[in-house]
């Protein structure tokens, strides 16, 4: 699985990269705020989401702490989806948040 760290991550975000991201947390840790631009389909809920994301796309899957979005990150590269789980997930990101 790859890794991105959130330095990494945050770099891309300040340089205007177009990128796609997905936000595997619960909706109550979510309200708490978000990385700018990231779309929120729930750890649980991604199996019946899949028509969201696109294969042809290159996504960042983050969490709380990294745990969960590894198993998304897992789930989805097991489906033929371009992935990076970021390391630390939330906890590590030290950057401004979109409420």
Not at 15 to 39: T, Y
Not at 41 to 67: F, T
């Amino acid at each position: 699985m790859k890794k991105v760290t959130t330095k990494e991550l945050a770099e891309k975000v300040k340089n205007n990269e177009k990128l796609h991201v997905i936000d595997v947390r619960e909706d109550d840790e979510v309200a708490q705020g978000k990385i700018p631009g990231a779309k929120h389909i729930p750890l649980g809920e991604v199996p019946d989401r899949l028509d969201e994301i696109d294969k042809d796309k290159h996504y960042y899957m983050v969490c709380r702490s990294g745990g969960r979005s590894g198993k998304a990150s897992e789930f989805l590269e097991a489906q033929g989806y371009h992935v990076t789980n970021v390391d630390g997930g939330m906890l590590a990101w030290d950057e401004d948040v979109e409420k």
